[in-house]
């Protein structure tokens, strides 16, 4: 997909001028509520119309159509969302409807900027798909806005970047070149996350990740998601943490996809270790990570139904998608077995 990266310590300073290019003069700023002075403070050269600071995970509907209603109401003409995947998310729920072009800065490591994929919550349940509208026009990095990003944050932040690579590399949808950049998505993620726990305020790091976290968004916006990223979504509409689950349930699922062998190769040659699963299971304990559902509010009764909807409606997957297999596998990722 097409984009314009500004990348490097300082780029936002390029905030302006990337709005001056779209030709826009009402701009819409988007943050969740924790952020919204930083964002007024990193705007503040901007025509600004209005803020909608109630930006919150999985982007229910009630929630998307204040910010599309505000949107109207001010006659926006562009979209700036600074922060993580949720906030970029209100900026796609708002495209999606009004075609508006959004220029997202990144605070995160979702990667969620790189990419044609939105997701809307409603009835318990998260509805996604793409759509070359909720595209961001521009994307600036900037490591220097990560700085504050808390260590257990940034931690899960970066296995949901990961998890983007893992499956890219067993896509029905992938091919050479998107393979060579999950690879190198998965050697910068695995080499700085550790550094960035260590001291959360190392710039070297800090950019190292959000360059992972960039190669894991362009792979993503151009490969298909498999079982993996199935029961991510499938929890997300059990009001599970997303980065959280993303973590969790990654070396399941490549345990559970051991079939795909060159996939879990590379994984394991870009992480230095012998087997992809377990290096993967290695690395979030060292990072700190919450390793069981049980520790980020799933209920145990609730396992079956979730894997009863993931086998329904599987997303292509390198193994066959079925209820008592990933029963198993959800049981195993409740109780944090290692695989």
Not at 13 to 23: H, K, T
Not at 134 to 163: C, E, F, H, K, W
Not at 316 to 338: D, F, I, S, W
């Amino acid at each position: 997909m097409p984009a314009r990266v500004v990348f490097g310590a300082g780029a936002v300073s390029q905030l302006a001028a990337e709005v001056e290019r779209l030709g826009a003069t009402r701009v819409l700023l988007i943050s969740t509520p924790g952020r919204a002075d930083m964002v007024r403070s990193v705007a503040r050269d901007l025509k600004i119309a209005g803020i909608f600071d109630q930006a919150v995970m999985h982007t229910p509907i009630k929630a998307v159509e204040a910010a599309r209603e505000m949107a109207k109401s001010l006659g926006a003409d562009c979209c700036i969302t600074i922060g993580g995947g949720s906030t970029i998310g209100f900026g796609k729920a708002i495209a999606l409807t009004s075609a508006l072009p959004i220029v997202a800065v990144p605070t995160t490591y979702s990667g969620s900027e790189m990419t044609t994929i939105w997701g809307i919550s409603e009835g318990g349940a998260k509805k996604t798909g793409r759509d070359p509208k909720v595209m961001p026009r521009a994307v600036i990095y900037d490591p220097q806005l990560t700085l504050d990003l808390p260590a257990g944050v940034s931690a899960a932040s970066g296995m949901n970047a990961m998890a983007h690579c893992a499956e890219a590399l067993y896509s029905h949808e992938g091919n050479p070149i998107v393979s060579l950049m999950a690879e190198e998505g998965i050697r910068a993620l695995a080499a700085s996350l550790p550094l960035i726990v260590q001291a959360p305020r190392d710039l070297e790091a800090r950019g190292s990740a959000l360059y992972g976290a960039w190669l894991a968004g362009l792979t993503i916006s151009t490969t298909g998601n498999g079982l993996h990223h199935k029961l991510c979504h499938v929890l997300g509409g059990f009001g599970l943490p997303h980065a959280e689950t993303h973590a969790v349930i990654l070396p399941h699922a490549l345990r559970y996809n051991s079939v795909a062998g060159e996939a879990l190769r590379r994984i394991a040659r870009a992480m230095g270790v012998q087997d992809a699963p377990s290096g993967i299971w290695q690395l979030e304990q060292q990072l700190g990570l919450p390793m069981k559902l049980a520790d980020i509010g799933m209920k145990k009764d609730d396992l079956e139904r979730a894997a009863r909807i993931a086998a329904q409606a599987p997303y292509p997957n390198p193994r066959k998608v079925e209820y008592q297999p990933v029963l198993e596998l959800l049981h195993n990722a409740y109780e944090g077995v290692r695989p």
